[in-house]
């Protein structure tokens, strides 16, 4: 935990913060923090800074806060995720949290096992939870906000364009393209939208219909890579290409 997360409930009417459960416990027994010391702190969707130690006993950290700083910038990515394996997907929400996406879209697909929105891996807090866990690591405080769509057809005829906009430059990892990621015009794309599969890939009518509302697909070349890869693999090289030149 690189970062301590503070949320509106843990402000005291003086400014100070006091936090409980998995955050104090890991500042006592992890980081063994004596009062005095400063932590490294940020209000979730806020500001980033330190926090003084005024108390650490058991179950309970008191910090007198000082936030100054923003957090890291925006990759500008949004992320249309078929659903993985509950396992993958553990990994994923994160991951896409610490590099940091700002909208993710969990999408069924023909070849997303039903099972799959049965986990409880979607449920609201779990997922919350994974996104913290993300957060924390990047010292990052704005939470993306995750969407859960069962069926595919209606989400993109319907709902993509308000979800997404229609300027973002939209991009479809596929394997039978041609074209390679550096082909595409990133550098001057505002917002970038890339849409993923499922382990198995996107059946032929879904890559149809991606294609048919402006997705752009490419390769990232001869490996076939699981979905847990593919997504830090490919936010970091869109990441990369959106930057500016020094």
Do not use: C
Not at 68 to 77: F, K, L
Not at 137 to 157: C, G, K, N
Request: aromatic share 4%.
């Amino acid at each position: 935990m690189n970062l301590l997360l503070l949320f509106d409930e843990d402000f005291q009417p003086d400014g100070t913060a006091r936090l409980t459960g998995r955050r104090a416990q890991h500042a006592r027994e992890v980081l063994k923090a004596e009062p005095g010391e400063s932590l490294r702190v940020g209000r979730l969707n806020g500001l980033t800074g330190t926090g003084e130690v005024l108390e650490n006993s058991p179950g309970v950290l008191h910090l007198r806060v000082d936030l100054t700083e923003a957090p890291p910038p925006r990759a500008g990515v949004d992320l249309l995720l078929a659903i993985p394996r509950p396992k993958a997907l553990k990994k994923v929400l994160p991951a896409v949290a610490s590099l940091g996406v700002d909208r993710i879209v969990l999408v069924n697909a023909a070849r997303v096992e039903k099972s799959y929105f049965d986990s409880k891996v979607l449920n609201e807090a779990f997922v919350r939870e994974l996104l913290l866990q993300g957060l924390e690591q990047a010292r990052d405080t704005r939470l993306p906000e995750v969407l859960i769509r069962e069926r595919f057809r209606p989400f993109v005829e319907d709902e993509l364009d308000t979800v997404f906009g229609p300027e973002a430059l939209r991009l479809l990892p596929h394997p039978p393209a041609a074209h390679s990621l550096q082909a595409g015009d990133i550098a001057s794309a505002t917002r970038v939208v890339l849409a993923i599969g499922p382990d198995g890939g996107w059946v032929p009518f879904e890559a149809q219909l991606l294609e048919a509302h402006a997705f752009q697909p490419f390769s990232l070349g001869p490996r076939i890579l699981r979905v847990e890869t593919a997504v830090p693999v490919l936010l970091g090289q869109v990441t990369l290409l959106k930057a500016p030149a020094p």
